[in-house]
């Protein structure tokens, strides 16, 4: 089974850090782009970020570019999104998701994990 | 970047009825365009992908139309657990943007 289970979401105060992890198996990891889409609370889907394969192109919503940085670790099935700065208006649960097909639909994702930021 | 602007934002209606969501691109996008559906409490799920393919496992009352800059998501008979906000996406671009999602209530 296509699985992503995310970590590492907090309460954190504005202008802290956090890491957020995206662990993937039923699926060969190291052929698919992977993202990070966010939802604030009772809001729309955002997308934030994207890195593919081989990590050879990162892109990122101008919203975080700056101050987020997304990676992976092929070696242990891993995504990472390194956040920095942190704003109250970045408040929301954080969903890792593969991207399949050569044009892109993100099919699974996974249930998420909660970034608060407040003082 | 892509806008995409869904209508209606909201949307009631009862179980048997056929309902149609709109999806409208600000620059055209080919086929680039997928729909999810959002439970509540739930991540999102795929449905279709480039504009009409069903994805596997999704009834076949779901259906996608549209291409460049206009697009629909119809269910043919609205099931009790089609009840769920809805979301078009697009691809054309790598900075890829959603529309602001179709909450389908019951009547």
């Known amino acids: 089974e296509v699985q992503l289970v995310e970590s590492g979401g907090g309460l954190v105060q504005p202008g802290r850090s956090l890491r957020l992890s995206c662990a993937a198996s039923?699926?060969?990891?190291?052929?698919?782009?992977m993202h990070w889409v966010r939802q604030a609370p009772g809001k729309g889907l955002e997308w934030v970020s994207g890195i593919s394969w081989n990590s050879a192109t990162i892109n990122y919503a101008d919203s975080v570019k700056g101050r987020f940085t997304i990676s992976r670790d092929n070696a242990k099935n891993s995504l990472y999104l390194q956040m920095n700065s942190l704003r109250v208006e970045d408040t929301a649960l954080y969903y890792c998701?593969?991207?399949?097909?050569?044009?892109?639909?993100?099919?699974?994702w996974g249930q998420g994990t909660l970034v608060t930021v407040s003082a | 970047d892509i806008q995409m602007t869904q209508s209606p934002s909201s949307l009631s209606a009862s179980v048997g009825d056929r309902v149609t969501i709109a999806c409208r691109a600000s620059?055209?996008?080919?086929?680039?365009l997928n729909w999810y559906q959002q439970k509540p409490g739930k991540a999102p799920k795929l449905l279709i992908y480039?504009?009409?393919t069903l994805q596997s496992g999704v009834p076949s009352r779901f259906s996608g139309s549209g291409s460049g800059t206009d697009f629909t998501l119809t269910l043919s008979s609205l099931h009790p657990e089609d009840f769920a906000t809805y979301y078009c996406?697009?691809?054309?671009?790598?900075?890829?943007?959603f529309g602001q999602g179709t909450k389908l209530e019951i009547k």
């Open positions: 620059q055209s996008i080919s086929s680039y």
């Open positions: 480039t504009a009409s």
């Open positions: 996406q697009q691809s054309y671009r790598t900075l890829y943007t």
């Open positions: 998701a593969r991207l399949v097909g050569g044009t892109g639909w993100f099919d699974p």
């Open positions: 039923g699926f060969t990891y190291d052929d698919y782009g």
